[in-house]
């Protein structure tokens, strides 16, 4: 019979899927077809003046309907973490899961957005622009939370996922108990987020470009782990699963549209549920998955390499771009930097950091 690690072995597979999938969308996608990237790294008004390579464009147009690398990488984070954050929140108590949840998450992303910073101010030095941040608007940044609720400006552009796992997981210290006992009434949750949620925008036209509905979606990962722990039944999980896809859906659809319009909210929707499927699929052959070293290489660090492939690559590539190596050649070489930056972090900073957390739990357990 196989283990629980070994149920968990298609998660891992996923979360390598999933930030490749972001990586392509970053550097195959914004990088050359969004006009703000420069904006992003302050090298305005620099220009590339580089055909698209055929290779890139073939990346991107899939030729899947409405397929989008980035939602569908980032939708199929969100379902992971939902599957597997109920673990720890059966294994530890309110504050054993704060600070295991703490130190796995913000040292690691107090160091990468430290060199984002540092990326930043490269960038800025050598287009010869003026820093655009504060030290107050980068300080606020560095905690996962403060910036959200400070309204300050986006600086590396992924930490919005971060700051909706963030809500996930106070959400499941709230109602740890109910998430201890595998307690169905825990679905309650993304039902009162859709009823409140759709309240407050429909009454005072609240709208947001990140809206709460998907944290609703991260509940859809919930259901899978209620499954696979047998406290409720397929049939059961397929009908739950429908109904909070569909509360995600209305919800961003009312939340989102006056932002980003109609085409923007069927690409994303569509995609989400693209991530859905591919995870069902995925765990329905759960136990027909095998250790694969490279993936399993990608998963151990993709959280680091999350954190900073965004600007530091988009830094890197047009650098050495400008200085005339090859379009795909400056993009590789950006990938082996950040992967190696991003094992460095791993390995100094990340597991250190869980190593941390379990004596200090065990220590006060």
Not at 159 to 172: P, Q, R, S, V
Not at 275 to 297: D, E, H, P, T
Not at 319 to 347: D, R
Request: positive net charge; contains cysteine.
């Amino acid at each position: 019979m196989p283990n629980l690690h070994h149920k968990l072995l298609f998660a891992d597979q996923l979360r390598a899927l999933a930030v490749i999938s972001v990586m392509i969308s970053h550097y195959c996608g914004i990088f050359w077809f969004d006009s703000s990237v420069y904006s992003y790294i302050n090298a305005t008004p620099y220009k590339l003046d580089v055909l698209v390579p055929d290779i890139i464009k073939s990346i991107v147009d899939t030729g899947i309907p409405y397929f989008v690398w980035s939602p569908f990488g980032v939708d199929l984070f969100f379902l992971i973490s939902g599957f597997l954050i109920p673990i720890s929140l059966q294994k530890y108590n309110r504050s054993e899961f704060f600070i295991q949840r703490f130190l796995r998450i913000y040292p690691t992303y107090i160091v990468g957005f430290s060199i984002t910073i540092a990326m930043l101010l490269f960038s800025s030095y050598y287009f010869g622009n003026p820093f655009p941040y504060s030290i107050s608007e980068v300080l606020l940044h560095s905690i996962i939370g403060l910036r959200d609720i400070a309204n300050t400006p986006h600086i590396d552009k992924i930490i919005w996922t971060l700051e909706l796992e963030l809500k996930f997981y106070i959400l499941g210290m709230i109602f740890l108990p109910l998430f201890k006992r595998s307690s169905l009434l825990v679905f309650l949750i993304p039902v009162s987020i859709f009823i409140i949620a759709l309240t407050i925008s429909l009454l005072y036209s609240w709208h947001t470009p990140y809206p709460v509905s998907l944290i609703i979606y991260m509940f859809i990962g919930t259901l899978f782990y209620y499954h696979l722990k047998e406290k409720i039944k397929a049939l059961t999980a397929f009908v739950l699963i429908i109904i909070l896809f569909g509360l995600y859906g209305y919800l961003f659809y009312t939340m989102g549209l006056p932002i980003h319009g109609f085409d923007y909210i069927k690409i994303v929707s569509i995609n989400g549920l693209y991530a859905l499927v591919l995870f069902a699929i995925s765990y329905m052959l759960r136990n027909k998955f095998v250790y694969n070293r490279y993936l399993s290489f990608i998963a151990s660090i993709s959280y680091p390499f999350y954190i900073i492939h965004g600007i530091s690559g988009y830094v890197i590539i047009m650098i050495l771009i400008k200085n005339n190596i090859p379009a795909l050649l400056s993009m590789l070489m950006a990938i082996v930097i950040i992967a190696l930056m991003a094992y460095i972090i791993h390995i100094y900073v990340e597991k250190p950091s869980i190593i941390l957390g379990k004596k200090i739990n065990k220590y006060f357990g």
